[in-house]
């Protein structure tokens, strides 16, 4: 199985936490999480290493893809036939996901290194320093952070220590910033850019895994769209069975951090909107999936222009 025109076919490149998993897991059987284009050492090794890390599937998804400095430049020269889609997932519960997986990380790394104690990290204190670069600086993303992105992701934690301590190397915030990744994405000239609602998939997939199938042409694989359990442990996270709607994680944040939270992101927010219901905006992605009836909670449908 060579890479070549239709291998792969299909890139889902980001954003990490939005629903990457169940999405590869309808559309391919291959491997997910290959760490292609985002890995240094891996990418030297060239064509013949990735086709064999694909198993000749031809679905590739990568999620840090999105947010690495070169992989998607890569990407657009090396497989400039593949369409590429990026899942959207309401920052606030993308971010508390995140966190959620990376404590599990982190204190799976405490335990082996032989630490004492559990990981105490609140989301609160684990999201601090991004929140004090965006409000002193007004930066966006790729400003406040230096996220981690090379690795894969046993490598994105600082081998000690507790997640308050690695500041805003993960990228907690700017990670759910995804008007400006869009555009960058858009500008390394990728075949097709599609951009999938999180949320729809996750409250109607079937719909949206057939909409998504029309404009891929591809045909269904049979596989079952999988509504899985979340990565997070218990004592951070109410299970959900995958049976009834998922409430999100707003409710665990607390009034206040979740106050500066949604006006720190109104800004990103509405610039998304912008892009994605293509409200007077230049043409960023080729087509939405789901998004006006799933997401009207969080992106205002075709905004007013922000005040200057
Ligand atoms: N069918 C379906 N559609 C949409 N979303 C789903 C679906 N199934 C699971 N989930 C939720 O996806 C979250 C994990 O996203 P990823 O698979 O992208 O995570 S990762 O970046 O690959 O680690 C994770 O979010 P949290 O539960 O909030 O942690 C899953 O619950």
Redesign the pocket.
């Known amino acids: 199985c060579e890479i070549g025109p239709g291998r792969p076919d299909v890139l889902i490149v980001g954003?990490?936490?939005?629903?990457?998993?169940?999405?590869f897991g309808a559309l391919s059987r291959g491997r997910?999480?290959v760490y292609y284009f985002n890995n240094d050492d891996r990418y030297e090794r060239g064509v013949d290493f990735y086709a064999d890390q694909l198993r000749c599937g031809d679905v590739d998804?990568t999620?840090l893809y999105l947010v690495h400095p070169v992989a998607l430049q890569r990407a657009a020269l090396d497989v400039p036939w593949a369409t590429w889609i990026v899942?959207v997932r309401e920052p606030v519960?993308r971010a508390?996901?995140?966190y959620?997986?990376l404590l599990r990380f982190a204190a799976n790394e405490r335990r082996r290194k032989g630490a004492t104690g559990p990981d105490d990290s609140e989301f609160e204190e684990v999201i601090a320093p991004e929140v004090a670069c965006y409000h002193a600086t007004r930066a966006g993303f790729e400003d406040c952070v230096r996220t981690r992105v090379g690795g894969t992701?046993a490598e994105l934690l600082p081998p000690e220590g507790k997640l308050k301590e690695f500041g805003a190397l993960n990228g907690l915030l700017s990670q759910g910033m995804m008007a400006p990744q869009l555009e960058r994405a858009r500008a390394f000239g990728p075949a097709k850019l599609l951009a999938v609602s999180?949320?729809a998939?996750?409250d109607d997939?079937s719909a949206v895994l057939r909409a998504l199938l029309a404009l891929l042409g591809r045909e269904p694989t049979g596989a079952p769209?999988?509504?899985?359990?979340?990565?997070?442990d218990h004592t951070h996270?109410d299970t959900?069975d995958?049976a009834g709607p998922?409430g999100?994680?707003r409710h665990r944040v607390n009034a206040t951090t979740l106050a500066r939270l949604d006006a720190l992101f109104e800004r990103p927010n509405r610039a998304l909107a912008r892009i994605l219901f293509s409200c007077g905006t230049t043409t960023v992605v080729d087509a939405t999936v789901g998004f006006r009836d799933h997401d009207a909670h969080w992106l205002p449908q075709c905004p007013d222009p922000p005040d200057l």
Do not use: I
């Open positions: 954003a990490v936490k939005a629903g990457t998993t169940a999405l997910k999480e998804a999620p899942l519960d508390f996901s995140h959620n997986m992701f999180q949320r998939l996750y997939g769209l999988r509504r899985y359990e979340s990565l997070s996270f959900h995958g998922f999100g994680h």
